[in-house]
């Protein structure tokens, strides 16, 4: 049976679920018991497993990110959520500098099975601290799995993968997808993590995205297969594992390539897909590869400035014009 | 529980073999044979030694790049420290880690770290992880006046007390935060305060060149947290004899300063109370020293004669 549901309701249902199934799992956070968390996720968790499990947290990201760093060191799977991804730099050493590399420099060792949960983006007024996009600067550095779902079905059986995982494990959520309704199977079901899924099918163009920009790509092939182009949209859903196979195969097919993020253009996941395509499949390109994304610049609070900074269907069905031109 | 006589030998032998470990790794760093940061920790051997005296196996431990005598008290084989230090694959961390980032959860080392005060939120969460399972084991996070400065540090006496952790803060205070002494970069000198002003018990050992005393103090706050009493937090004063790494130069110090504290070397000065005070004869001393020496030319013909690791093993270990 599928029903529809929420993104924030299925990311509560795999937390659920896992937390029933894995009595490691605990939560670390701000205001996530009583209140449920600023974005509802944790609703009603504290009443079902109890506040040894479901911790509210004084406002010290760095030190309950620690604390989630000795806690999966010796067994736990500790899940810490950043209220905001911009928080993260707040707690960055114990994300960059431990959490990622603590098994390689013990030579394998230890393991790190360390969850953060977070929501990013733009596109509500929030204003430069409270509006970033942040997946490039976890994908550069070694060690760390990165996850960016779109969809109440890609949020849900991610979620529960990542709480399978034995590394830290960046889990990034949109602020503005909580709202977003879709199928979800009442049956179990996992999404391996580094596992892109052609969202739609084409023949003409590559548009390679994830998170909610995938929204506006499958808006933007939409309106461009009214234009007789037919676009293959490719949600990678992790950009760290990243999944250049799925891409490279989409590429080898339709010869163009626009990749569409949230994040600011300036050396986003764009410019790594870019090189890695031109690396890897340059003789099967027939148009430059265009990327879309934020302006470089901080992220606005007023309205007409942010709509203009921030990438749309408008700016991904520009690009996808540009590459058939 | 008083100390037995294996104890106070086991602490001597201990003390020594630190020592003679930390000397013998200098002239490998003189001689080139170790690449990279090395920050002795000659001179804090008795906090080492008195503090993981009063840790069980099982206990967890964090400490800072000044840990290679910590980790060898804990239970770390010094020929894999050693290793470790030369790039071998032998090494604790196959030669990945180097000098900075021991590690070995079998006997509850949590890792040295090469970042100031990072290693004790995550002694606590460890801490955290004992208290969930109901065990009554315990923490401790050793670290240096200078990581009292660090806002990590300061969240996490917060959050120990306010969850009531199994933890004990370990403060090495040497009087110099890295290049520049401690009294300059805070308010009150007694470091303890901090510790006080956010409801943690906090102790101060005024002579922690002296084992006994470190062991004595630590062991009050480790029954205290392992029967659920909570964190404590312990400044002991003691004294790098040596620079902050090889190669310091050390003018923010005397050399009068540092002469007083070498008549007091805690290696020295605990060899002789074994005699005087314990009843020890001088040749059951001379038989530790030989011993050590003995330990330590094995030590470091293990460390010479390991393999490096091969190229191909760079990238595995990433990931598990």
């Avoid at chain 2, 030694?49 to 910590?70: E, I, K």
């Avoid at chain 2, 004990?168 to 110099?176: P, S, T, V």
């Avoid at chain 2, 943690?200 to 006994?212: F, K």
């Avoid at chain 2, 005397?254 to 004869?281: C, I, M, N, P, Y």
Wanted: glycine content about 10%.
């Amino acid at each position: 049976m599928t029903r529809e549901l929420t993104y924030a309701q299925a990311l509560r249902e795999a937390l659920t679920e896992e937390m029933t199934r894995d009595p490691n799992i605990l939560l670390l956070g701000e205001d996530i018991g009583v209140y449920g968390g600023v974005f509802k996720v944790t609703e009603g968790l504290l009443a079902k497993f109890g506040p040894e499990r479901v911790r509210e947290t004084p406002i010290s990201e760095a030190g309950f990110v620690g604390l989630g760093v000795g806690l999966a060191l010796t067994g736990k799977r500790p899940i810490c959520e950043l209220m905001f991804m911009d928080f993260a730099f707040v707690a960055s050493d114990q994300i960059f500098n431990q959490a990622a590399k603590m098994r390689y420099m013990s030579g394998g060792r230890v393991k790190v099975p360390l969850l953060i949960r977070t929501q990013q983006g733009g596109g509500r007024g929030n204003g430069a601290q409270h509006s970033q996009s942040l997946e490039t600067f976890f994908t550069h550095i070694p060690g760390l799995k990165v996850v960016l779902p779109a969809t109440p079905y890609d949020a849900k059986g991610l979620l529960k993968s990542a709480l399978r995982e034995e590394n830290p494990v960046i889990f990034i959520e949109h602020k503005l997808l909580y709202a977003t309704k879709g199928p979800v199977p009442e049956e179990a079901y996992l999404i391996p993590l580094g596992k892109a899924e052609v969202k739609r099918g084409g023949q003409d163009v590559t548009l390679v995205s994830y998170s909610r920009t995938v929204l506006h790509a499958l808006e933007a092939a939409e309106e461009a297969a009214g234009l007789g182009i037919s676009v293959e949209v490719i949600d990678l859903r992790c950009t760290a594992p990243l999944d250049l196979d799925a891409i490279l195969a989409s590429v080898r097919k339709t010869g163009r390539l626009v990749i569409a993020h949230e994040a600011h253009r300036q050396l986003g996941l764009g410019a790594e897909i870019a090189a890695l395509v031109q690396e890897h499949a340059f003789d099967y390109l027939d148009a430059p590869i265009v990327r879309v994304g934020a302006l470089d610049i901080p992220i606005p609070a007023s309205k007409p400035l942010e709509d203009v900074a921030l990438p749309g269907k408008a700016q991904i069905l520009a690009a996808v014009k540009q590459v058939v031109a | 529980m008083p100390l037995t006589r294996p104890d106070l030998l086991w602490m001597y032998r201990t003390m020594l073999l630190i020592r003679r470990f930390e000397e013998r790794a200098t002239q490998f760093f003189l001689n080139g044979q170790i690449r990279g940061s090395f920050h002795p920790c000659i001179g804090q051997e008795a906090t080492a030694v008195g503090a993981c005296l009063a840790l069980r196996r099982d206990d967890t431990m964090t400490c800072t790049y000044r840990g290679h005598g910590q980790s060898i008290a804990k239970g770390l084989d010094p020929q894999e420290a050693m290793a470790e230090l030369l790039g071998r694959r032998t090494g604790c961390s196959k030669g990945k880690g180097g000098s900075m980032h021991y590690t070995d959860p079998a006997i509850g080392l949590l890792g040295e770290n090469a970042i100031v005060g990072a290693g004790v939120p995550i002694a606590c969460g460890a801490a955290l992880t004992a208290q969930l399972d109901k065990t009554d084991r315990v923490s401790l996070t050793f670290f240096g006046d200078g990581a009292v400065n660090q806002g990590v540090f300061l969240e996490t006496l917060n959050l120990a007390v306010i969850w009531k952790l199994p933890v004990i803060f370990f403060c090495e205070n040497n009087l110099y935060s890295e290049m520049t002494p401690i009294r300059a970069m805070v308010g009150p000198e007694r470091l303890t305060r901090r510790a006080e002003a956010f409801g943690m018990r906090s102790v101060l050992i005024p002579d922690a060149y002296d084992p006994i005393a470190v062991y004595e103090t630590t062991l009050a706050a480790v029954e205290r947290a392992r029967g659920g009493g909570g964190p404590t937090f312990i400044e002991a004063l003691t004294y790098r004899l040596v620079g902050h790494m090889i190669g310091d130069n050390e003018p923010y110090r005397t050399k009068e300063e540092v002469a007083e504290w070498r008549k007091r070397d805690s290696t020295v000065v605990f060899s002789q109370r074994l005699v005087a005070e314990f009843g020890f004869s001088p040749a059951e001393v001379a038989a530790v020293e030989a011993e050590v020496a003995a330990e330590i030319a094995e030590i470091a013909r293990f460390a010479e004669q390991s393999p490096w690791p091969e190229p191909s093993e760079v990238g595995a270990d990433v990931f598990a």
